[in-house]
């Protein structure tokens, strides 16, 4: 799974995480535009479409909608993050990483 995930991704995943049930497209732009962006379903969408395709949500269709739901915990994904982090730069050595 690649957890490499962009700014804008991220913020994606902050609101779905936020959420902590399954969340629509719709409420997911709703909730990031209450932040004074302006986001689209279209852009949303897309952002979702790539998360899904690295591994971080999946989705279920409900009626004509699609919800997102995250496949990770905030906390998962931190942890493989700073574990992709030591393996690239200190060749997974937590003590190399101290010194």
Same mark, same amino acid.
């Given at each position: 799974m690649?957890?490499?995930?962009?700014?804008?991704e991220?913020k994606v995943?902050e609101?779905?995480w936020?959420?902590?049930?399954?969340i629509?497209?719709?409420?997911v732009?709703?909730l990031?535009?209450?932040d004074? #962006?302006?986001w689209?379903?279209?852009?949303?969408?897309? +952002? /979702?479409?790539?998360?899904?395709?690295?591994?971080?949500? !999946?989705?279920?269709?409900?009626?004509?909608?699609?919800?997102?739901?995250?496949l990770?915990?905030? #906390?998962?994904?931190?942890?493989?993050?700073?574990?992709? +982090? /030591?393996?690239?730069k200190?060749?997974?050595?937590l003590? !190399?990483?101290?010194a």
């Open positions: 690649k957890t490499n995930i962009s700014d804008s991220m995943m609101k779905i936020d959420c902590g049930e399954m629509s497209v719709a409420d732009v709703a990031l535009n209450e004074g #962006e302006s689209t379903h279209q852009t949303v969408g897309t +952002f /979702l479409k790539r998360l899904e395709g690295k591994g971080m949500v !999946s989705a279920s269709k409900k009626g004509k909608s699609l919800y997102y739901f995250p990770l915990t905030k #906390e998962q994904f931190s942890a493989k993050e700073a574990d992709q +982090f /030591l393996q690239s200190f060749q997974g050595s003590k !190399s990483f101290l």
